[in-house]
């Protein structure tokens, strides 16, 4: 099955790199959050060839085009990790295949067309980067730490949204990111890139693929409070190199007490 889903992966990646080169369509669904073409075409391609091929299996796309069952296998599919990017020219985005058996992740594909990077686990197996196996970082203490975050496309009108914690690690690590490929931002914890990955507002797709590569690279990943990260359950993510983990949760926990004693901290919006 893994070979399978590096084959579709890489598939889809060539359609989105050729989709990169030409003026696409899109339509708008929340204010930060577009869906173009090639969202759908990669759609099309990989929940088409999964249906094919293991016709009795689930499978939850992004774009709404999967397929319910009562299976043990369901395939969790982004068909474009990072489509603000795509639409803009930049570079970061990919494409994320996952399959859980009884809900829990089996392997994971995720693959960057740009730099044909495929970047791919199996559950008790290691993650690997083009065959070469992967590891996390060293870095030992939250001050001298690369992490990457993310904003949710609710932030206009949910003032739980990441902003007082962005504000507040900024001032704790070495430096933050922002890339905006949540499969992406996870294989780079994986890859020992950064040091750490912490979001909110998640959907299964978005994680699942990257959050079992990271885990497999030697990475912590939990939820926020550092309860067990399942792909299903919870939108909040903090994967890390686990030298950092209990750092890293207790600075979410003390900005979120600040947000707390403050709750207009994150409220102040031009669109409200
Ligand atoms: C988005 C990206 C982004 C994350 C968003 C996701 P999309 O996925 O992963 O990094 O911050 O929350 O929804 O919409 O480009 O597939
Ligand atoms: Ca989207
Ligand atoms: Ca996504
Ligand atoms: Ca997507």
């Known amino acids: ?120 686990a199996e559950r008790g197996k290691g993650a690997f980067l083009n065959g070469r ?37 900024a001032m704790l690590v070495q430096d933050i990111r922002r890339p905006g490929s949540a499969a992406l931002d996870l294989c780079a914890v994986a890859a020992g890139r950064t040091d750490g990955h912490w979001e909110l507002g998640l959907k299964p797709w978005d994680v699942a693929a990257g959050g079992l590569i990271a885990r497999e690279a030697g990475a912590t990943v939990t939820d926020w409070q550092g309860g067990e990260w399942r792909p299903l359950s919870g939108d909040r993510i903090v994967a890390t190199n686990g030298l950092i983990h209990a750092e890293l949760l207790a600075a979410l926990a003390a900005a979120r007490r600040q947000r707390e004693q403050n709750p207009m901290s994150d409220t102040i919006s031009p669109r409200s």
Do not use: C
Request: hydrophobic share 45%.
């Open 1 to 120: 099955m893994l070979d399978f889903a590096i084959d579709v992966a890489y598939r889809a990646g060539a359609l989105i790199r050729a989709g990169a080169e030409r003026e696409i369509t899109y339509e708008p669904k929340q204010h930060a959050d577009v869906v173009t073409e090639v969202d759908r075409a990669s759609e099309a391609l990989i929940v088409g060839a999964i249906r094919a091929r293991y016709p009795d299996h689930a499978i939850v796309a992004e774009e709404g085009s999967g397929v319910s069952m009562a299976s043990p296998y369901t395939w969790l599919i982004d068909p474009l990790d990072g489509t603000l990017n795509f639409l803009h020219g930049l570079p970061i985005f990919a494409v994320s295949i996952a399959l859980l058996a009884y809900n829990e992740p089996l392997l994971g594909v995720v693959y960057d067309p740009m730099r044909n990077e495929l970047f791919y």
């Open 133 to 169: 196996r992967l590891h996390v970082s060293r870095t030992s203490a939250l001050a001298r730490s690369l992490l990457s975050s993310g904003l949710p496309y609710d932030r206009f009108t949910q003032p739980d949204n990441n902003l007082t914690e962005l504000t507040y690690l």
